[in-house]
Each structure stands twice: as structure tokens, then as C-alpha cells.
């Protein structure tokens, strides 16, 4: 099993910036990709952003392209979000996500095989 735990959300206002983090413990050895989703009041969960766990290539869903920026720290177990510019659409409950079965060409890249508790991000207007 892998456990993962976000941080970081809080409430800033329209083109502020926040950085959330997730850190996978457990067996993280099993991961192949990790990323973030996100599940606005009365929507359904969307896709944001994934990184694979060895390797370069990110993915964004299209309305944070340029804005938002998925990093991992290996030797820290750690993913971080970067969200600039963000906007009051942005509000939302993030969730950290991980898969340890690769979903080759699949889009987006990463279903979710764990997940953590979710952190709030708030744009105020």
C-alpha cells in the first residue's frame, strides 16, 4: 500500500500563487505516476496535472497550462504543485493521486490506484 498526504491549500486571493505538496510513504518502490486532480462544489473530479515517477514528461489539463507547474523530489517522496495566476475557478478540493500500473497512452495518464484526504484552495475574487 502507499499512503500519500497533501498540504499547502489555503485561501489567497485571485492571481496569488500556493504550492501544495503530497508525500507518498509505504510502499512507494511501486509507483509509476503520480499527480493531482481536482473536485470543485457539485462537479465531478478532473484531472490537473501527472508526472511520471521516473522521467520528465508532464501533463496538464489545458485550463492550467502556463499557470500551474507538477515537480517530484524522489529522494523526498514528495510532489509538489506550483499554481500561479490562479483564478476563483480554480477553487476547488485538491487531491494527490498515485498509480503503480502504468496506463500507457491513456489521457489522462494516471487513474488514481491511491489517493490522499484532499486539501481546499480557496481564490477569492
Known amino acids: 500500500q502507499v499512503q500519500l498526504v497533501e498540504s499547502g491549500g489555503g ?4 492571481g496569488g500563487s500556493l504550492r ?9 518502490f ?4 503520480m499527480g493531482w ?5 457539485g462537479k465531478e473530479r478532473e484531472f490537473v496535472a501527472a508526472v511520471p515517477w521516473s522521467g520528465s514528461t508532464t501533463r496538464y489539463v489545458d485550463s492550467v497550462k502556463g499557470r ?4 517530484r523530489d524522489r529522494a523526498r517522496n514528495t510532489v ?7 483564478k476563483p475557478e480554480d477553487t476547488a ?5 498515485a498509480d ?6 491513456a489521457d489522462p495518464p494516471i487513474s488514481g490506484d491511491y489517493w490522499g484526504q484532499g486539501t481546499q484552495v480557496t481564490v477569492s475574487s
Open 30 to 33: 511501486s509507483i509509476v505516476y
Open 68 to 71: 500551474f507547474t507538477i515537480s
Open 100 to 105: 503503480r500500473v502504468p496506463r500507457l497512452g
Open 20 to 28: 501544495l505538496s503530497c508525500v507518498a510513504s509505504g510502499r512507494t
Open 80 to 86: 509538489y504543485l506550483q499554481m500561479n495566476s490562479l
Open 93 to 97: 478540493i485538491y487531491y494527490c493521486a
Open 37 to 41: 486532480f481536482r473536485q470543485a462544489q
Open 11 to 14: 485561501l489567497v486571493q485571485a
